[in-house]
C-alpha cells in the first residue's frame, strides 16, 4: 500500500559531502593587475613572504594555510611567535610552536627525522620523489617571522641551530613532500641569505623599504628592471610581488580573510579532520528510529504531504 511512500524515503537525499581541497592542487592566492587569478601550486615548492610591518604577510599566510586546512591530505606544522596570527588554526595543527626557541629547534628536528625516513623510502624503491599515491600527508611548515627564531631569541648558538635545521629542512624537505611557507619583516641578507632564499620557488614581495631589501626577497637585479617593492604605496595592503621559479615577478593583490572567516574556515576544516563520532551526535528522535517505514504516518513524509497512494 505504500510503496510510494517507501521509494520516496528511500531516495531522499543521502548528507551533503563535506567538501575538501588537495594540497597537490594550486592554492588561491588574489588577482593579479588584469583581474586574472593568481594561485601557486605549492607542492615540492616552498613559498617566502617578506615586507614591512603591516604589508599583509600574515593575511597571505593565512590563504595558505586555510587552502592547507581544508586540504585532509596535509599536516599543518605552525610556528607563530606572536601565537595570534595562525592560532586560529591551533586545534588543526599537528605542532603549534610558540615563542620557544627549543621547542622551535626540537620541532625541526623532528622533521629533519622524518625527512631522513622518507627519503630511506625513496631510496629503498628507487625513486626521486614523494608522489600523491603514496598517501603519505604533505607536511606544510608555516613560520611567521622568520626572524624571531633565526635572529632575535635565545643564544647564538640555538640561533644558529634553528638556522641550520631550517636551512636542511627547505633543501631536502621538496621531494619529500614537506612544504616550507615563511614570513619576515626583516629582509635583510642576514634572515635571508641568498643561498637560503635561491631554494624558495616562490616569493612573494610586499612593500619594502628600500629597493634593495626588495631585491633581495626577489633577486638581485629586478628592482632596476622595474620590479620594486620599495615603490608599493603603504597605504595599499596586501600588494605584492610574486615571482614564481623561472618567471618574471607579477603584480598582485592577495585576497583577504577577515577574522570571522578565517574562524569559520578553521570550524570547518576541524569537521572535515575530525568528523562528530556518534557518540557526539544528538540522540536521533526514538519515534523515527522505532518505527517501520510501512508504519510511518502519512504526515511523517519528508514534504509534509501526502502521499500514501
Ligand atoms: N589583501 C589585503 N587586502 C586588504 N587589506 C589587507 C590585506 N592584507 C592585509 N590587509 C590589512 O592590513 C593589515 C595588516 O596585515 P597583516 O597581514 O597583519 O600584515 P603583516 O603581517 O605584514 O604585518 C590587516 O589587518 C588588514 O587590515
Ligand atoms: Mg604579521
Given at each position: ?212 631589501s626588495s631585491d633581495i626577497v626577489l633577486g638581485h637585479g629586478w628592482a632596476s628592471r622595474g620590479y620594486d617593492a620599495s615603490t608599493i604605496d603603504p597605504a595599499e595592503r596586501g600588494i605584492g610581488w610574486l615571482l614564481a621559479e623561472g618567471g618574471i ?61
Open positions: 500500500m505504500c510503496a510510494f511512500h517507501l521509494t520516496r524515503r528511500r531516495t531522499m537525499a543521502p548528507p551533503p559531502r563535506l567538501d575538501r581541497l588537495s594540497i597537490w592542487d594550486p592554492i588561491h592566492l588574489g588577482v593579479d593587475e588584469y583581474a586574472t587569478d593568481v594561485a601557486c601550486t605549492l607542492i615540492y615548492r616552498h613559498l617566502l613572504l617578506a615586507g614591512e610591518p603591516g604589508a599583509g604577510k600574515s593575511n597571505a599566510l593565512n590563504l595558505v594555510v586555510a587552502h592547507a586546512a581544508l586540504s585532509t591530505d596535509c599536516e599543518l606544522w605552525l610556528m607563530d611567535s606572536k601565537r595570534v596570527e595562525l592560532g586560529p588554526w591551533r586545534e588543526l595543527a599537528e605542532r603549534f610552536v610558540g615563542p620557544n626557541l627549543d621547542h622551535a629547534i626540537d620541532t625541526l628536528a623532528e622533521l629533519q627525522a622524518e625527512i631522513d625516513h622518507r627519503y630511506d623510502l625513496l631510496d629503498s624503491g628507487r625513486r626521486r620523489k614523494i608522489e600523491s599515491a603514496d598517501q603519505l600527508p604533505v607536511i606544510m611548515l608555516v613560520i611567521d617571522e622568520l626572524a624571531y627564531y633565526s635572529a632575535t631569541i635565545g643564544e647564538k648558538r640555538q640561533r644558529e641551530t634553528f638556522a641550520m635545521l631550517l636551512r636542511d629542512v627547505v633543501a631536502r624537505g621538496r621531494a619529500a613532500g614537506i612544504i616550507v611557507v615563511a614570513a619576515t619583516q626583516r629582509p635583510s641578507s642576514d634572515i635571508i641569505p641568498t643561498s637560503l632564499r635561491d631554494l624558495f620557488g616562490y616569493r612573494l614581495a610586499f612593500r619594502c623599504t628600500t629597493d634593495s615577478p607579477r603584480r598582485m593583490r592577495c585576497a583577504y580573510l577577515t577574522d570571522q572567516q578565517v574562524s569559520a574556515i578553521a570550524a570547518y576544516a576541524l569537521q572535515l579532520r575530525y568528523p562528530p563520532t556518534q557518540a557526539d551526535e544528538p540522540p536521533e528522535d526514538p519515534h523515527e528510529q522505532d518505527q517501520h517505514p510501512d508504519h510511518l504516518p502519512a504526515e511523517h513524509d519528508q514534504d509534509g504531504e501526502d502521499t500514501d497512494v
